[in-house]
């Protein structure tokens, strides 16, 4: 087993809202009747259902409740056995689901409020990300400036598979105000489900949706890229959460394959792709989707050309490792440092 380095950060763990109701204290007088006159009761997205044996490890799994929805346990499983500097908290509650503007607003600031409290206030190494009402981007960027008043507050989060790609011309602003404010920008796995989750349509098992995500991301990393995010604000840092890496080597020797063939039409890419990725582009460890063999292992990291793309995660509560072993076999001491101490520093200048 690679040896954990104690400090590092986790820049991937997921506190789970245990109720709809959990939000009240977070919301108006107007919302709070809302909620309860519409007899509301829960937003849990089907990316991770809560019985599927990949949302949480079994011994991660509480007896009665939702994984992840403890800070006890999170400080038991995660926190104090890996040692951990600063662990940043990405909640995937379905607030970015709802299609109403004014009640997505009104969510993503009652879950933001959620997480400074329950969580942020009661263990100083936790760190938090902004979640946005994607729907409205003025009123994504109103909800980031007032969250970054907050200096825990680290991080963005969008979901991959959203309304739009993200390298549109019209969410500029929200990566505007994140590059101001030394925010990273955070790209989960996930889904509004507003669209089909495959670029064929509705699949009909869990597998096509969890094997589709990789595709996605690949989608979103062509938009980013060829819309021209990065020659607009160079100083952004975007992170691809568990995306997986493997796919990466082959994907960026395709765009820069076309990238060169029919660069005239995209003058602002002055740069190419893998120059662009190395720069702005950071992705979580896990789920670590590489073959197991430490050769091949390094053959990757080779292939990727950079030390640097590589932050360390946990995915707690999430089913991706067994025991300690959150770092794949083969990586030098040199490396594993870089990806758990030096790399997420450097992408999240607010990381103090």
């Known amino acids: 087993m690679t040896s954990l380095i104690a400090g590092g950060v986790d820049c991937d763990v997921h506190p789970a809202v245990p109720h709809l109701t959990s939000l009240l204290p977070h919301l108006n007088d107007y919302w709070r009747d809302q909620v309860t006159t519409r007899g509301m009761v829960d937003l849990i997205s089907q990316s991770y259902p809560q019985n599927s044996p990949i949302t949480a490890r079994e011994d991660w799994r509480p007896e009665a409740g939702k994984p992840g929805a403890s800070l006890a346990d999170m400080q038991r499983h995660v926190l104090d056995p890996f040692e951990v500097g600063h662990a940043i908290c990405n909640p995937l509650y379905g607030v970015q689901m709802v299609f109403s503007e004014d009640m997505q607003t009104a969510f993503c600031r009652a879950l933001n409020d959620w ?7 009661r263990d100083t190494r936790l760190r938090g990300s902004i979640v946005i009402p994607t729907q409205s981007v003025e009123k994504a960027v109103a909800e980031i400036e007032r969250c970054a008043q907050d200096p825990r507050f680290v ?9 739009t790609p993200l390298g549109k011309r019209a969410l500029w602003p929200i990566y505007e105000a994140a590059e101001r404010l030394d925010l990273a920008i955070g790209v989960h796995a996930g889904s509004a489900y507003h669209n089909p989750p495959t670029a064929v349509g509705w699949g009909s098992y869990h597998i096509e949706d969890y094997v589709g995500q990789a595709q996605a991301f690949q989608t979103q990393l062509t938009s980013l890229i060829v819309e021209g995010v990065f020659a607009r604000h160079p100083r952004l840092k975007m992170v691809m959460l568990e995306s997986g890496i ?15 063939g029919v660069r005239m039409e995209t003058p602002w890419v002055d740069r190419a792709p893998l120059e662009i990725v190395r720069s702005n582009i950071r992705f979580s460890l896990q789920p670590f989707d590489a073959p197991r063999e430490p050769a091949t292992l390094i053959r990757l990291f080779d292939h990727m050309q950079s030390d640097e793309l590589v932050l360390f995660s946990t995915d707690y509560p999430h089913w991706q490792f067994d025991g300690q072993d959150a770092l794949p076999e083969g990586l030098s001491p040199d490396l594993v440092r870089k990806i758990m101490i030096d790399n997420p520093h450097a992408t999240y200048p607010r990381l103090t």
């Open 115 to 121: 997480l400074a409290k329950e969580w942020l206030d």
């Open 155 to 163: 991080q963005v989060l969008m979901l991959v598979m959203g309304d």
């Open 246 to 260: 493997s796919w990466l080597p082959p994907y960026l020797w395709r765009l820069h394959k076309f990238w060169r």
